[in-house]
């Protein structure tokens, strides 16, 4: 594909009004938007973290909405089945034989918003794994294709504990990133009371659609990165690991694993993404070190001793970014 700056352009001011659009539903969260917009458009899935009430599920909404994307949500509760997410067989019977039918399930879709993955027990959670992995379930011997383009978007109280299952690392590095939904500020929380006790309806324009957004994905693929580039990144993920010889001093005395290959490719195709947001055709050092973070915070596990002395996963980020030099 010939990439040139009138085709970056024009995803560009795409990627622009898709921002806009979903701004004029979510009060403020404008980095989180665009976080949850790059994960989308380089083909990843995203973890939301945040109390109840932050708007993480009208979040969702309003994306599925301005990209014109199918939305399934599933409640994820402690009593939920696999087959609740994925669709069962069932046996109809026509002209006195019976025969299996599938049923589809919430997860063909577009968009599918897993509410509160945490509830749902671990045989549960790890009906997810195979769609979030390889875009297709899988119930008895057939094999599903799910609808392109797919990406689920979870979302976890990171305080109550109780009547919870965290999520194992392997299915933590299904997802692109995990983003933080902080608390609004005054004045945003003061526009999020005048939007929502208001009998004014926020009427919101689907920008794209679904092979509109395969396209963009296709595009964003091409954006070139140079050599030092990739090596930079590279070498921030060997930096997570305490076992190797690149590891930060900082990893090798708080982290018990590091982030995966998975965590690697995320972090150069999300890259691109943010490059093309900014209107470019490389790219950049910043775009890798504004990636970083949601691309590692769920990927670093902290050890015992870290946790004791209060040392958090975006610290260590912070501390491999400040020592790692671009050469």
């Known amino acids: 594909m010939n990439i040139n700056e009138e085709l970056i352009k024009d995803v560009a001011d795409k990627l622009e009004r898709c921002q806009r659009e979903v701004a004029k539903g979510i009060i403020g969260q404008e980095e989180i938007i665009k976080s949850v917009l790059i994960a989308i458009f380089s083909g990843g899935n995203v973890l939301l973290e945040g ?3 932050l708007g993480k599920t009208q979040l969702v909404k309003t994306i599925g909405k301005v990209l014109n994307l199918s939305f399934s949500r599933i409640q994820f ?20 034989s019976t025969k299996f039918q599938f049923e589809k399930g919430p997860v063909f879709t577009n968009l599918l918003l897993a509410d509160e993955i945490n509830r749902a027990t671990p045989k549960t ?13 899988t119930v008895g011997k057939t094999t599903y294709e799910l609808p392109k383009p797919f990406m689920v978007l979870a979302t976890q109280n990171p305080i109550e504990q109780e009547g919870t299952y965290p999520l194992p690392e392997a299915q933590l590095d299904r997802f692109q990133f995990k983003v933080k939904v902080e608390f609004p500020k005054l004045d945003e929380l003061m526009k999020i009371m005048d939007l929502t006790l208001s009998n004014e309806t926020v009427s919101l324009e689907a920008i794209l659609g679904d092979d509109e957004i395969l396209e963009m994905r296709k595009i964003i693929s091409e954006i070139p990165m140079a050599a030092s580039v990739k090596e930079y990144a590279l070498k921030i993920i060997l930096a997570t690991h305490p076992e190797m010889e690149e590891g930060h001093p900082l990893v090798k005395k708080y982290v018990e694993a590091g982030a995966s290959p998975r965590a690697a490719q995320g972090l150069f195709s999300g890259a691109k993404v943010r490059a093309i947001m900014e209107g470019r055709l490389n790219v950049s050092f910043d ?37 790692l030099k671009i050469v």
């Open 51 to 53: 109390m109840p009430g």
């Open 77 to 96: 509760t402690p009593d939920l089945m696999p087959a609740d997410v994925v669709g069962t067989n069932l046996i109809i019977k026509e002209n006195d």
């Open 125 to 137: 959670q790890s009906a997810l794994l195979e769609a979030m992995g390889e875009k297709c379930v």
């Open 287 to 323: 775009d890798i070190k504004v990636i970083a973070y949601p691309i590692l915070r769920h990927r670093i596990i902290l050890n015992f001793e870290a946790i004791t002395e209060g040392i958090t996963e975006e610290f260590i980020i912070e501390k491999i970014l400040e020592d």
